[in-house]
């Protein structure tokens, strides 16, 4: 198999190229939660200017709400001007107004950095996606798409463990972690020389077609964005659901007598770690299954996992439970992209992908808000076990469309809803 540019595959964690854009992903995790264990010293440290309690806490949400709004406009962007140097360039101002927390000395003005950290975020992720459709296809793809999950997984781990070690020292220092990714310029460097010399052999055609894409047509535009919305609309809504664990687990663990922070950090290692090697299969898993039942076994192991959390609050329950959660998700995450840059047509990759990023920090924002009131009137079980039930419904829904496809239902061209060919 070959990359659809033409060049001979290698092993994917050998590529340059594909190593770059998958440690690309793992800034999605750093972004916010990096400087977590620095909170509370960096909010003494600030003690004195108004309102410094609620907004160093919105320090760690400010970029996923800029990312909300600016993603679908980078999307259009990368569509209309090229992905690699729109992707360099988040990249680049990522590290730079990341890491500006270490210097300013202002509340304000690192508030002002972290929501230019979130616009460069939305170019970045944005880029990334449309870039990963450009470069891979076929059983390639959906092992890029396994990698994310592996790398953005253990780059949390590697980032918020060394965030701690750092604060330790000063609640300065964890911002310096944001400069990391100025490393991975030089291996983007090649893929914004390739398609500059695309550009420059078709100056007036939109960069998103030089690599041989056609413009679809008004029915075919119809056709695939519907169905980005409604896969928009289902990464929100999972991604919501999901956000129940880093969100709500801690209140959980501390209402059912145990130490939230200890307890917290047990249930989140298992999930990560669980769905870090369980991604390192997804290709094969979505090779032998096609995209359909993936999604399926996915979304039914997460509802098992919440099942688990129902059932009652002791630790023989939540670590598998919180484990089996990590494992679906590890299938539904990648299956969503890979579906999305089925869905679209070449030149609208950097829109989709813009779709669905917004769509996916939308969800992780508006989850306290949708399930803090429920958790508070029926209490976590009952919650959980809904989410169960709500999951096995999204399985259900998903092998009804391997198995049993409206005769009138028209699929996008690009559309694979069978297993790839290898």
Known sequence: MTYSNGRPETSLWRDATALA??????????????????LPALEAS???????????????????????????LAGFAIDRFGRSWLLMAGVLVFALSGSAGAYLNDLTAILVSRLLLGVALA???????????????????????????????????????????????????????????LLLLPLLWPVMKQEYQKRKSAPDMPASLTNGASEPSAAQAGSWLTFALGLAGLSMVTVMMFFLMPSQLPFFLDASGFDGATGTALGLGALTLSGAFTALKFA???????????????????????ATLAIYPAWQFIIPGCALIGIGYAFVQPALFLAALDIAPSARRGTVSGMITTSMFLGQIVSPFVFTPALQSYGFEAVYAASGVVFVVFASVALAVRFFKPARMTVPSELSLEKPEL
């Open 21 to 38: 854009l998958l440690l690309t992903a793992s800034l999605k995790i750093m972004a916010n939660a990096t400087i977590s264990p620095a």
């Open 46 to 72: 600030f003690s004195g200017e108004p309102g410094a309690a609620y907004l160093v806490r919105f320090l760690v949400s400010a970029p996923s709400l800029t990312v909300v709004l600016v993603a679908p």
């Open 123 to 181: 170019f970045t992720m944005t880029a990334q996606v449309a870039l990963a459709g450009d470069l891979f296809q076929g059983n390639r793809r959906s092992a890029f798409m396994g990698g994310q999950v592996v790398a953005i997984n253990f780059g949390g781990f590697l980032f918020i463990g060394g965030a701690g070690l750092l604060a330790g020292v000063s609640p300065r220092l964890p911002f310096l972690i944001y400069a990391l990714p």
């Open 284 to 306: 094969a898993i979505r090779s032998r299954l096609g995209l359909p039942c993936t999604f399926s076994v996915g979304f039914l192991i997460m509802g098992c996992g919440f």
